[in-house]
């Protein structure tokens, strides 16, 4: 396994790469939702690269930047395991040298839901992934389901400005007991971790609804809201069914439809969904 | 030569091209200067693709879009003459699809002189290249030393988001009287051509006075400013000594200058610079 840490060795040992390349874009702090995308990349390119960045321009001001969980020693022994061919692992400084000033932005779909909290977030998720795309030049690029809007955004970014690549999908991984893994659980007590259950209820609840026929979306929302206000250790950011390409919210659901949320669970923000009818 | 008019054609193509392939983007109306582009990218690549698109998005609601001159059949005959292998000429549907929301936006640079003047105009026009540079995928691209500004944005795009090409300056081609080829002379009325040459003189005089030790940026300024004054069909956008990389204003000119100039002659604006020491 080559582990590389600058933007040019990276692009001399691309250059020497024949046959497909599949990337997986992390954060580092890897899962078993991570090492799901990183068996399918392996499984369907003859190279697999995985980068590793925590990318300091995709978090604001309140946001956990510093506190975001990081090990990378772990990381690594673990995509050994995984047999994967190369390691991108650049620092800051590499990314964003001194006097960056360029930006791709994808306007309306990032106004919404984590958009609308997170102001400057999804600027900062597609500048970071157009450079490794345009470092790592990969054929297929792996995504988890779980950040909806991030792929929403990063297929929208692809197909805007014509880029030469395959986003796959992978599905969401989740515990036995249907939290979705996320590096930001490790930040949650044990109590806090049972509560944090109630993201998976909600949206289960939300299908069960929608299986008997319930179509309209403000009453799943309705029930979903009501559900989670259950949990006394569970503060709503948004809970949203929505169009899955525009993320505009519905009102009816005459087509497939997201639902998502992003509820606190004491300081550590969840974000889940599922889709009806896909 | 081949004429492509979709996206899909020409990624299609591309991908079966061996070889290395250049790029000449242009808003069509071809002349000298083009053309001289061209021959570079044939020398230099096995493949010339030159891409005639008069990309709206650049044009802001006061500019020149609708009267920007185009002439295909002339264009087409002009590259079939230089033996280029590829035009690609897209619709504006075909490079904005219904629902087109991705920019690429170089901050900075790009707020001084022309982008000061014309908001909103570079963001249109790294958008496009970057979509162009996607779709082609060339190895060289080749740009005119005329548009300075415009060049220093792609290249600082280029660099920050790391895309795999080599940005190629060609010099700019004049008239012999020292007028700037541009697509826009053809505007001139007979009276106004002849007032055009202040552009060249007062850059001529530039160079003049800097040759003699002249080192005061603001002398120069003040000096080309008196001399496009004296012509009367002249009015000044401005007149700038900078910084050529970051395009600030100098006061001292202790280092390589980019001398600039955008003049309107009657109704039309024309643009022209100089480099000092370089």
Known sequence: MKVITTVAEMKELRSQLAGSVGLVPTMGY??????ELV???????LTAVVSIFVNPTQFGPSDDFDTYPRD????????????????????????????FSSWVDVEKITERLEGKLR?????????????????????????????AQQLAVIKKMVSDLNMNLEIVTVPTVREPDGLALSSRNTH???????????LWEALYHAQELWG?????????RQEMTALIASEPLA?????????????????????PALVSLAVRIGKTRLIDNTTLGE
């Open 39 to 45: 068996r399918r990349a392996r499984m369907e390119n």
């Open 30 to 35: 890897l899962h078993g939702g991570h090492l």
């Open 235 to 255: 503060e709503i950011d948004y809970v949203s069914v929505a169009d899955p390409e525009t993320l505009e919210e519905l009102e009816e659901i005459d087509r």
């Open 119 to 147: 102001p400057g977030h999804f600027r900062g998720v597609t500048t970071v992934v157009a450079k490794l795309f345009n470092i790592v030049q990969p054929d297929r690029v792996y995504f988890g389901q779980k950040d």
């Open 188 to 198: 949650l007590s044990t109590r806090e971790r049972s509560a944090a259950v109630i």
């Open 212 to 220: 008997k026929g319930e179509r309209s979306a403000q009453r799943l």
């Open 72 to 99: 990378t020693e772990r990381d690594l022994a673990l995509l050994e395991k995984e047999r994967v061919g190369v390691v991108f692992m650049p620092s800051a400084q590499e990314m964003y040298p001194e006097g």
